[in-house]
């Protein structure tokens, strides 16, 4: 039809997994850079975490949208798998600011 074989997946629409891949690793990295004390330290900042967080959030939300679109047009069914992974990059996106400020608040606190 309108489609190439490589963008399906057992008749689900699969050309833009890579890229929700790809945003769940950054996530998953800034999670473990907030989490871990000595490289928080050094590589990262609130600025850092909120704009990637941010951009993170925005671009996810968009490629879903994009992709149901993708999809009702070209007549395949949605892969539920991007649609998980979207909620799992949009709760990191969401937790890590709150955990990083969190934290820093946490540790002024005890400074005092």
Do not use: H, W
Not at 79 to 92: A, G, L, W, Y
């Amino acid at each position: 039809m309108y489609t190439y074989d490589s963008f399906v997946t057992d008749g689900s629409f699969t050309l833009l997994r890579p890229i929700f891949i790809t945003f769940l690793m950054i996530s998953i990295t800034l999670f473990q850079l907030i989490i871990l004390p000595k490289a928080k330290q050094r590589l990262i900042n609130g600025f850092t975490i909120t704009i990637l967080s941010f951009i993170s959030l925005i671009v996810t939300v968009q490629l879903t949208y994009f992709d149901a679109i993708i999809v009702d047009e070209i007549g395949l069914s949605g892969d539920s798998i991007n649609t998980f992974m979207c909620f799992t990059i949009i709760v990191f996106s969401l937790l890590n600011p709150i955990i990083y400020y969190g934290k820093k608040k946490l540790i002024l606190k005890e400074d005092i």
